[in-house]
Structure formats: C-alpha cells, structure tokens
C-alpha cells in the first residue's frame, strides 16, 4: 500500500460516465493504469478514494488499495462501480 497514503484525499469530480454509449469493455479497461485513483460512489464502500493496483480487462475488474477507518484494504470492484477521483 506504498502508493495510498493516510492522507489521501478524493476531489469527487463530475460523473465520469466510464461505460458511454459505444465503448468497448476492452476500450474501458484500457482507460484504467496501476496508480490511478477512482472513486467509488455506491455500495459498502461508498465515498471512498481507492488507487488502483492491478486492471483485470477479462474479467471487467480493478484490484484497488483503499484506506477504511484507518485500515488498508484490498478491493476487487468492476469497472462499472467506480468514477474517476
């Protein structure tokens, strides 16, 4: 978790929109590179910043560091849930 400090803070943007209307998945996955930070609006850890650690571009999934409550955890999220920070 070398990449993802205490101290991270996420400027929740506008809406990215990732999937738009005629983007591949593939198109998606190429969007996505180790270090990026996404946010995740919706679900258990809605309102948390994440940086991206490995993109699974078969499986539609990110494999995402994310400090919660204090505590590093490992994420695995599809792309489809979460926005960029």
Same mark, same amino acid.
């Given at each position: 978790?070398?990449?993802?400090r205490s101290? &991270?803070?996420?400027?929740?943007?506008?809406?990215?929109?990732?999937? !738009?209307?005629?983007?591949s998945l593939?198109?998606?996955?190429a969007d996505? *590179?180790?270090?990026?930070?996404?946010?995740?609006?919706? /679900?258990? =850890? %809605?309102?948390?910043?994440?940086?991206? !650690?490995?993109?699974?571009?078969?499986?539609? !999934? &990110? %494999?995402?560091?994310?400090? *919660?409550? /204090? /505590?590093?955890?490992?994420?695995?999220?599809? =792309?489809?849930?979460?926005?960029?920070?």
């Amino acid at each position: 978790m070398g990449t993802l400090r205490s101290g &991270l803070r996420c400027a929740r943007a506008r809406s990215s929109g990732l999937v !738009r209307a005629g983007r591949s998945l593939d198109e998606v996955a190429a969007d996505y *590179v180790p270090g990026d930070v996404v946010h995740i609006p919706e /679900g258990p =850890f %809605q309102g948390v910043c994440a940086v991206v !650690r490995e993109v699974d571009s078969v499986a539609s !999934r &990110l %494999q995402v560091d994310a400090l *919660v409550k /204090g /505590g590093p955890y490992e994420i695995v999220i599809g =792309f489809d849930e979460v926005e960029w920070a």
